[in-house]
């Protein structure tokens, strides 16, 4: 099977329409943060960066009297169940290895224990990088789901990171054949 880029992921319709919804900038961010983070932990680059991509893509708009209702998000809300089914479609379309398809996607329902009950979460490295990359772009009252970025700039970034992912999938090749 190929390997699915990051560009690819994020040219999709399906990417773009639910992206759009819980900020771009806000994805890409935490792409980069689960890259350094999954170097720092000794975990997958690519699957670290895709999920990290892809964990905000099952946001609902949360909105009363036509203004976002934070409070409202807080106790209704189930993002990351619907992303990480959403997820697992798309990268299976894409032809994403089902293996792969379903790390990216149980990563991505890790990564909030807010829609569950009280009590502790024991998550694997690859579902911690990417809970611990959306963390570090946090902002107040969910402001970085706000930030804008131009498109352009959204796409070369995507497209330096996939730079980054593959420059670093070709290092961890050649270290295991010396």
């Not at 089902?98 to 329902?109: F, R």
């Amino acid at each position: 099977m190929k390997r699915v880029t990051l560009t690819e992921i994020f040219l999709h319709p399906i990417t773009q329409k639910y992206l759009k919804r819980s900020g771009v900038a806000h994805a890409i961010a935490t792409a980069y943060h689960a890259y350094r983070l999954a170097l720092q932990y000794g975990v997958d680059v690519d699957l670290a960066t895709k999920a990290a991509l892809l964990h905000d893509i099952g946001h609902y708009e949360w909105y009363s009297n036509g203004k976002w209702d934070y409070e409202k998000y807080k106790q209704n809300d189930i993002h990351a169940i619907k992303g990480a089914a959403r997820a697992h479609k798309l990268l299976i379309r894409l032809g994403e290895h089902p293996h792969h398809a379903k790390e990216i996607a149980l990563a991505i329902l890790l990564h909030t224990d807010s829609y569950l009950p009280e009590g502790e979460l024991k998550r694997k490295p690859l579902q911690m990088v990417v809970k611990l990359a959306d963390e570090a772009d946090e902002e107040p009252g969910g402001k970085h789901h706000y930030r804008q970025i131009d498109d352009k700039l959204a796409l070369k970034k995507i497209q330096k990171l996939d730079e980054m992912v593959e420059k670093q999938m070709m290092t961890q090749k050649l270290d295991k054949i010396v």
